[in-house]
């Protein structure tokens, strides 16, 4: 799955049926993992954000995101999140992706996760631009261990152009 489509979802309480809210961003480590979803509602002066850490996410579908219970949700510092998927001033979407030899494959465009309850990250999406993106379609990179999120780019090992395929839809089919 990936999670350009789980923004926007609904996020229900389980206990009592209550709409909670809805998923406005993720809340990435640096080791490639899920740690929360961020739900909307950040006030505007606010320097603090909604999350529910994904250990309290009973389950997730197309349509929804079903939490234990509010008290799942809790405050968090946005000074304090090392790596959002899509929003703030350390987001990966968008990122370079650069080998350490200088090789520029793209940016990332969407991340690729384990669908049946997993909170750990796949792949990333990576697109070329537009025009590249229509001819030869976007490419997928897995990811490893020696890949790092930068400030300012994703730096891959040696050769990762080499395991580039072609992005699949959805990772189970």
């Given amino acids: 799955m990936k999670l350009q489509e789980m923004i926007g979802l609904a996020v ?27 739900l909307e509602g950040k006030g505007l002066f606010s320097a603090q954000v909604k999350i529910v850490r994904w250990e309290d996410i009973v389950a997730y579908g197309e349509d929804a995101v079903m939490i ?12 304090d999140i090392q ?11 968008d990122l370079s992706v650069l080998t350490e030899e200088g090789v520029n ?6 991340v690729y996760f ?8 796949l792949g990333l999406e990576i697109s070329d631009g537009f025009v590249s993106d229509l001819i030869d379609g976007r490419r997928w990179l897995s990811c490893t261990s020696d890949m790092v999120i930068g400030e300012n780019a994703v730096m891959v090992p ?15 089919g």
């Avoid at 049926?17 to 998923?23: A, H, L, M, N, S």
């Avoid at 234990?68 to 000074?79: E, L, M, P, S, T």
């Avoid at 790596?83 to 979407?93: E, F, P, V």
């Fill in 83 to 93: 790596y959002t998927y899509m929003l703030g001033s350390s987001k990966l979407k």
């Fill in 68 to 79: 234990r219970n509010q008290q799942a949700v809790r405050k968090a510092g946005a000074d």
């Fill in 12 to 38: 229900f309480d389980v206990e009592d049926g209550k709409q909670i809210g809805k998923v406005h961003d993720f809340v990435l480590t640096a080791d490639w993992k899920i740690e929360a979803i961020e």
């Fill in 114 to 121: 384990e669908q049946e309850m997993g909170n750990q990250i």
């Fill in 105 to 110: 494959l793209g940016h990332v465009s969407d």
């Fill in 158 to 172: 040696p050769l990762s152009e080499q395991r580039l395929e072609k992005a699949i839809h959805s990772m189970n």
